[in-house]
T-cell receptor, first 120, second 109 residues
Framework: GAVVSQHPSWVICKSGTSVKIECRSL??????MFWYRQFPKQSLMLMAT?????????EQGVEKDKFLINHASLTLSTLTVTSAHPEDSSFYIC????????????????FGPGTRLTVL | GQNIDQPTEMTATEGAIVQINCTYQ??????LFWYQQHAGEAPTFLSY??LDGLEEKGRFSSFLSRSKGYSYLLLKELQMKDSASYLC??????????WGAGTKLIIKP
């Protein structure tokens, strides 16, 4: 149980185009979804947290107009990288949990397999 | 600021034992996680410590000392498939995970 999928697993795009990454919880309802970015040999960096039906909470330094997050259902969240540039090339990982994240308790996060984005 | 330190890379021999250390300084503490991450894949959960002491789970054990801000992951009877990166992550006062950069473990025959 607790399987999270991501699509696509890898994508190559031209600079200036937009790319959408999907994150799905396959066998549970994901009230909260997290989006991370990981550069080579670096730690996972949390980009944003979204509770289903609410606007995402972005971490400091993450441009919300560039990284659009939609969490319209309990099984799907999407991350759209708008006007992608080579510096956006990275490994994007989503995770999902069943509980609401409100900064007062922890609910186990289940990670997706990641999406490798390369912007030419 | 918040900081998680762990060695960048370690090498060990198949069948041996290896200990991967992690030190942390965070705003609050609600537990420490160890994850395994193979190249190009998502992290998979290994262990969770919130109280001081050793937690054993098969070939893997994890230790925590909150007073020292220190943890280690102990891997016994190493197998080639254990070659991966091992990530230390601390849950801070807001229940957010703060991640270390990971330790790449290379297993040699």
């Amino acid at each position: 149980g607790a399987v999270v999928s991501q699509h696509p697993s890898w994508v190559i795009c031209k600079s200036g185009t937009s790319v959408k990454i999907e994150c799905r919880s396959l066998d549970f309802q994901a009230t909260t979804m997290f989006w991370y970015r990981q550069f080579p040999k670096q730690s996972l960096m949390l980009m944003a947290t979204s509770n289903e039906g609410s606007k995402a909470t972005y971490e400091q330094g993450v441009e919300k107009d560039k990284f659009l997050i939609n969490h319209a259902s309990l099984t799907l969240s999407t991350l759209t990288v708008t006007s992608a540039h080579p510096e956006d090339s990275s490994f994007y990982i989503c995770s999902a949990s069943q509980g609401v994240w409100d900064g007062s308790s922890y609910n186990e996060q289940f990670f997706g397999p990641g999406t490798r984005l390369t912007v030419l | 600021g918040q900081n998680i330190d762990q060695p960048t890379e370690m090498t060990a021999t198949e069948g041996a034992i290896v200990q991967i250390n992690c030190t942390y300084q965070t705003s609050g503490f609600n537990g420490l996680f160890w994850y395994q991450q193979h190249a190009g894949e998502a992290p998979t959960f290994l262990s969770y410590n919130v109280l001081d002491g050793l937690e054993e789970k098969g070939r893997f054990s994890s230790f925590l000392s909150r007073s020292k801000g220190y943890s280690y992951l102990l891997l016994k009877e190493l197998q080639m498939k254990d070659s991966a990166s091992y990530l230390c992550a601390v849950m801070d006062s807001n229940y957010q995970l703060i991640w270390g950069a990971g330790t790449k473990l290379i297993i040699k025959p």
